[in-house]
């Protein structure tokens, strides 16, 4: 969430930085996550689907061994 919120092309529509809320829900093969997001007005849809992307493609990156596809 650090990272996103200095990004350059996104700082600007954060209005404050995410603020993680806690894991929800976790399940063998989900995890449900809460972040209050706070945005320019209109920017939610993009800023919180660009946050998902880059949460999940984190996780992937976690769990796959080195080397592995």
């Not at 930085?17 to 007005?41: H, K």
Request: aromatic fraction near 4%; hydrophobic fraction near 40%; proline fraction near 10%.
């Amino acid at each position: 969430l650090g990272a996103f919120s200095a990004d350059p092309r996104w700082k600007p529509l954060l209005l404050q930085p995410p603020d993680l809320r806690g894991f929800t829900a976790v399940g063998p093969d989900s995890l449900t996550v809460s972040v209050l997001l706070v945005t320019e007005a209109g920017a939610q849809g993009s800023v919180g689907s660009e946050l998902c992307l880059r949460l999940l493609e984190r996780l992937r990156r976690a769990e796959t061994p080195e080397g592995s596809p």
